[in-house]
């Protein structure tokens, strides 16, 4: 099925230390993802103490051609790997927007329920976090672009590279959780 769907994970640093699911409090290892049919972004970080270290990052992409059931199998999948490779402790995906195209909903829906069925079955509590919330949090301002966020986003983790615009948002979603919990739960995310 991985040769079919042709995906591979993009890791950020080489070194990566193993992680439980039962890992002190003190340690977080969370999985961000901003969920699309065409390029769904998963960003992996390990927040420990005040340090934040990227384990992996990447984009699910699906060529035009393939039909939606097919990059529906392609996220599943990955993110299954994904998974199984960082053991995240929480996930954070992008709130719901409100589509003036009844169409576009539904088929961002369709990716959101994919990504958040594999969570689910691995069984780790999952949180939403607006999209203008996020950019508040990195940036400093609700309507941010997309690249400030992503320089941002290379900044905080200290990253070599620019991350993809899709990866750039999936990290940003993790940092601003990290960020939150951090506040003691004064600003507590919505978990769902």
Request: hydrophobic share 45%; charged share 20%; glycine share 8%.
């Amino acid at each position: 099925m991985q040769q079919r769907l042709g995906g591979k994970i993009s890791r950020v640093t080489a070194v990566a230390l193993p992680v439980t699911r039962h890992a002190s409090l003190a340690t977080q290892i969370i999985l961000g993802v901003d969920p699309s049919v065409r390029g769904t972004g998963y960003g992996v970080i390990r927040v420990e103490k005040s340090k934040l270290l990227a384990l992996a990052q990447g984009t699910i992409s699906c060529p035009k051609d393939w039909e939606r059931s097919r990059c529906l199998a392609k996220i599943t999948q990955t993110l299954r790997d994904v998974v199984r490779e960082y053991q995240p402790t929480v996930c954070v995906v992008e709130g719901l927007f409100f589509a003036q195209n009844l169409k576009t909903a539904i088929i961002m829906g369709e990716a959101r329920g994919a990504a958040m069925a594999v969570i689910a079955e691995a069984g780790l509590e999952i949180y939403e976090i607006a999209t203008r919330k996020v950019k508040q949090a990195i940036v400093g301002y609700g309507a941010a672009q997309k690249i400030a966020v992503a320089k941002m986003v290379q900044r905080m983790l200290n990253l070599a590279e620019l991350p993809a615009p899709d990866a750039a948002d999936a990290l940003a979603l993790a940092l601003t959780h990290a960020q939150e919990n951090s506040r003691h739960g004064l600003n507590a995310p919505k978990k769902i």
